[in-house]
């Protein structure tokens, strides 16, 4: 068997990390802070009521959301957040 210097070996594939291909929670929060400054009501019970509707309809097309622990007042809070930021 006769090796070419012209042909180099091919080279095995290293696995990389598998990334997360789901939807994150901030992902979430900036869609709903864009939302809300659309509709210029940025009370803390619009975004709750926005992020339930955003969290079920994903849930209905079957896509996967990282857990999240974000309760009421840290999701508004963080969406104010993007809303005076952005």
Same mark, same amino acid.
């Given at each position: ?29 900036? /869609? ?8 210029? #009501?940025?009370?803390? #019970? ?6 339930? /509707? ?33």
């Amino acid at each position: 068997m006769t090796i070419s210097l012209t042909e180099s070996p091919k080279q095995k594939k290293i696995p990389s990390k598998k990334r997360w291909k789901g939807i994150l929670i901030g992902d979430i929060q900036k /869609a709903v802070a864009k939302e809300c400054r659309y509709l210029g #009501d940025n009370s803390k #019970d619009n975004i709750t009521m926005i992020t339930k /509707a955003y969290l079920k309809q994903l849930k209905k097309d079957g896509r996967t959301i990282m857990r999240h622990k974000q309760t009421l007042y840290s999701n508004s809070t963080r969406v104010n957040f993007f809303i005076e930021n952005e």
